[in-house]
């Protein structure tokens, strides 16, 4: 039976499908189906909300990829939008072509905010008992990860509100590898020290890494 109600993968999918040349332009009243979280939404004028079912659970998964061999990758636009405060996103890198940086930058319309506004601080613990500290100030991206080639590395962050015009927080856990291929784990504090709205982000790595992405939004009820 065709209801009527069109169907998208994502809520990405979603809010690329209106407003672009040949297509439809957003109204009060739209609808539409989300496959990856199985609800259906209504747009209210200025935002979408859940129409069924009545709880859609806590944490939405939004969009997810795998990537290889890249230096680079970029959540697709509108990724963070209204629909959602804050999200949780998990990257695992699982291998590398050589030892391994990976930082992140916030992103918005496309193109990744290098503005010296990035602010971190974090501390790990290796299995070998020594203990490692890492800041930021002022730089042009966040480090979310040290990791050795052949381990790769993990890290699962909370975003703060990246859409509002308020400074961006992130925090979490990571794990990766020390120069001496000691696994560490710890927890990192980030912060966008300037009142920006960001859409994506882009992760970022100092040699060509392979692993996968996930990105889940926090329902506000």
């Not at 969009?63 to 949780?88: E, Q």
């Not at 100092?206 to 926090?218: D, E, L, N």
Request: net charge negative; hydrophobic share 40%.
């Amino acid at each position: 039976i065709n209801t009527g109600v069109p169907v998208f993968a994502t809520t990405t999918t979603r809010d690329a499908a209106f407003g672009g040349t040949g297509e439809k332009v957003l109204a009060e009243g739209q609808l539409a189906y989300i496959e990856a979280s199985d609800v259906v939404q209504y747009y209210n004028g200025t935002s979408w909300a859940t129409l069924a079912p009545a709880s859609a659970g806590a944490l939405v998964y939004l969009t997810g990829a795998s990537f290889s061999a890249v230096t680079s990758v970029s959540l697709a636009a509108n990724t963070f939008t209204s629909t959602y405060r804050n999200y949780k996103i998990v990257l695992h890198v699982t291998s590398a072509s050589a030892d391994m940086t990976g930082t992140m930058r916030m992103r918005a319309g496309g193109t990744d905010d290098t503005n010296g506004s990035y602010l971190a601080g974090g501390v790990q613990v290796s299995n070998g008992g020594a203990t490692v500290t890492f800041s930021g100030n002022n730089a042009t991206s966040w480090n979310i990860m040290d990791a050795q080639s052949a381990i790769g590395g993990s890290m699962s962050m909370d975003l703060i509100a990246p859409q509002l015009s308020v400074r961006t927080f992130m925090n979490g856990t990571i794990s990766d590898s020390d120069a001496t291929y000691n696994l560490t784990g710890g927890a990192a504090g980030y912060v966008f020290n300037n009142t920006t709205s960001f859409d994506a982000c882009t992760f970022i790595f100092s040699a060509t890494s392979t692993g996968v992405y996930r990105v889940y939004g926090y329902a506000d009820s």
